[in-house]
Structures are given as C-alpha cells and as structure tokens.
C-alpha cells in the first residue's frame, strides 16, 4: 500500500521563524494529499490539501506543494506563532481508490514567545 | 454544529473487561472510520466503514469488533481488553463523492486498562 516518511520532531522554533516540514510518500497511481494538524486534547483538523500535481494547499498561513518529481508535500509557513504549537500529520489517500487515509507519524511543533 | 461525537471521553478498564466506544457524526457522511493513536506510531487504522451495512478491517483490527448501527453511528467494541490496548481512540467520518474528502476527526477517547 501508499506509505507516509514524515519528518521526526520535535521541533522547536521561536516566535515568527520560518517553518518547514518535510514529508515524503510512496504511492501508486495519483493520490490526494493533507496536512492534518492536533492541538492539544483535540482531534486531528484538516489543514489543508491537493489533490494533483502542482496543486498549493494553503490555510492559515501554511502551504504545501504536491510534488510528483519529488513525491513531497512539505509543510511552510513564513512566520510561526505560539498558537500554531500543536502535532502536524501528513496523508495521503490509499491505493486502489480507497477512502482511506495513510498517515505519517507525526511532527510535534512548539513555538516559544 | 457537533460534528463526530465520541463517548466517553475518559476510561479506565481491568484487564479482561469489556466495553464499547461509541461515535455518531451528523454530517450525514458515508464512510466511517476507528483509529488508535499511540506515542511514535502516528494513526493506524482499526476498522472503518465505507457504507451503512459495510465495515472492513483496517491495519491493526486484532482484539476489536466494529458495529455500523445506522449511517450516523459506528461503534468499536473491546471484548476483552488488554494493557496492550491502552490508546487514545479516534473516531471520523467523510463523505463519499468523486473527489477525495477530508476525513472529520471525533475528540478522541482516552483509554487505559490496567
């Protein structure tokens, strides 16, 4: 089936750095891609997603590109806030036409002030 | 809006005691899905549901049952629970269609057994 490599954490910024999160995947046929994000004591939230090549998801100041050459979709954003601490998972649908989702391990952010 | 509602939030078992999660969404969504969540591990799949009358097991379904009660509500049942299965719980719900929805995600329960 499609796998998720997501970058290992945690990691720690300072308020208004610069963010990136790799991920990475292997998958036949064209998948969708999301970024999905944890904030403490919560449920995953979609973050964003595309659903083919060269497509930009973008929200809330986060993007991602979906790269075939590469198979990447890594997570940016210009400008960190102490609200953005929370864990970032990567995904993408499975094979085969499936609903369901592959995930990644997970990417632990904290922002200090 | 409510959206995917889990119960409990908070358990506590004995080895070898049962019980059941519970989830029911309000979205009107097709397919179903149960997750665990553990330290390192990411979200792997317990069960999920792709219709009303249809479930199918995911990556780790060992030591679970699974009951898709009416299209709102889907339930994960422990029969017999183990140590091993101290976890938190995710329950989430998308909606069918031709392009790839995002899968809404229940709060979670957290559970341990002793």
């Known amino acids: 089936g499609n796998s998720v490599t997501q970058m290992e954490g945690p990691v720690t910024l300072s308020e208004e750095a610069f963010l990136t999160i790799n991920c990475t995947y292997t998958?036949?046929?064209?998948?969708?891609l999301f970024w999905y994000v944890q904030y403490p004591g919560e449920g995953l939230q979609l973050l964003l997603k595309?659903?083919?090549?060269?497509d930009k998801g973008s929200n809330k100041g986060f993007e991602a590109t979906y790269r075939k050459e590469t198979t990447s979709f890594h997570l940016e954003k210009g400008s960190v806030q102490v609200s953005d601490s929370a864990v970032y998972f990567c995904?993408?649908?499975?094979?085969?036409?499936?609903?369901?989702?592959?995930f990644g391990k997970g990417t632990k952010l904290t922002v200090n002030p | 809006n409510a959206g995917v509602t889990q119960t409990p939030k908070f358990q506590v078992l004995k080895t070898g005691q049962s019980m059941t999660l519970q989830c029911a969404q309000d979205?009107?969504?097709?397919?179903m899905y149960w997750y665990r969540q553990d330290p390192g591990m990411g979200l792997r799949l317990i069960y999920y549901?792709?219709?009303?009358?249809?479930?199918d097991k995911g990556e780790v379904p060992n030591g679970y049952n699974v009951s898709r009660l009416n299209k709102r509500e889907f339930s994960l049942r422990l029969e017999s629970a183990a140590p091993s299965q101290t976890s938190v719980y995710f329950c989430?719900?998308?909606?069918?269609?031709?392009?790839?929805?995002?899968?809404?995600f229940g709060d979670g329960t957290r559970l341990s057994i002793l």
């Open positions: 989430a719900s998308s909606a069918l269609t031709g392009e790839k929805q995002p899968q809404h």
């Open positions: 998958a036949t046929g064209y998948p969708s």
């Open positions: 595309a659903t083919k090549a060269d």
């Open positions: 995904a993408l649908t499975d094979q085969g036409g499936s609903e369901k989702l592959v």
């Open positions: 979205m009107n969504h097709n397919s």
């Open positions: 549901s792709a219709s009303e009358g249809t479930t």
